[in-house]
């Protein structure tokens, strides 16, 4: 079997200009629509990291009380995955917030 000819990774058919994402095309929303999803995003962004960080502050009181093991293990984790989603979701919104004055101008 021989080393083809012509350009590395001729065989692929789609060029990286012709990939479509999901979130692309979010440059196309009304200014109204980004501000709304901005809200809400910062919103539940902001609630999210205050309920995660105290789920998992208290998982670790309750470590340093020495309760049980698998309490504040699932409390913990499942603290520092609302806080992790908020982070998220606040990423989101300061995403929202630059389209918003993208599409101002």
Known sequence: MGRPSGRPFSCLSTKLTDLRFSGMGQHKLKTSQHRM????????????????????????????????????????????????????LFGSAVRHLVLMDLSKK
């Open 37 to 88: 999803l901005w809200w809400r995003h910062g919103a539940l962004g902001f609630i999210s990291i205050g309920t995660g960080l105290s789920v998992t502050l208290d998982a670790s009181a309750q470590r340093m009380a020495n309760q049980v093991w698998w309490i504040w293990t699932v409390e913990g984790t499942l603290g520092l995955i609302v806080f992790m989603s908020g982070l998220g």
